[in-house]
């Protein structure tokens, strides 16, 4: 994937421009430059990554390509409570699929965002992991568990073949 399919990806998951977002497990980078592409320079964007050398490069980029977008660097896990304000919208981008038990991490997501506000999820559509991939969940599996957790409309935005596990799809779930 390339920083098109990136932004392809998210797309549709975007309200508008600007606003406050997080990106958790955001990693280098690949998608909170998508995400930065999107929301502009009058967004904000809370970037979390357990990763501090990974942040540290994503800053670097970051720098590079969106110097007016505000960005907060967060060297944490995204599974533990963290302090941010009420959002707009998060970005989880190929980090869920790390998390067996996700249900009480989307409790925390759920609580971050403001009224309305929405999860982008991207993910592989498969329900069988592999080393790499743990614990991925298929867009069917996903729209039972954002039900459970809270989140309403649910639903497909996206997708791109993917050498592995077949297809990455980004999918948009809200608030009530």
């Known amino acids: 994937m390339n920083h098109r399919d990136h932004v392809n990806l998210l797309r549709g998951g975007m309200a508008g421009t600007g606003g406050l977002w997080a990106d958790f497990g955001s990693g280098r980078g690949a998608f909170t430059l998508a995400l930065a592409e999107l929301i502009g320079p009058a967004g904000v964007i809370y970037s979390v990554d357990s990763d501090l050398a990974a942040l540290r490069e994503q800053q670097r980029l970051m720098r590079q390509q ?43 997501a759920l609580r971050y965002l403001r009224p309305g506000g929405r999860l982008v999820l991207v993910e592989y559509q498969a329900d069988q992991g592999n080393t790499w991939v743990p614990y991925p969940l298929s867009f069917a ?36």
């Open 66 to 108: 969106f110097p007016d977008l505000t960005v907060h660097y967060l060297n944490a896990s995204f599974t533990q409570p963290l302090d941010l304000p009420a959002l707009d919208g998060i970005v989880m981008a190929n980090s869920l699929h790390f998390i067996r038990d996700k249900a009480p991490v989307l409790a925390l």
């Open 141 to 176: 599996t996903w729209d039972a568990l954002s039900r459970q957790c809270g989140f309403v409309r649910t639903r497909g935005l996206s997708a791109v073949p993917s050498s592995f596990l077949r297809e990455i799809y980004s999918a948009l779930s809200e608030k009530p």
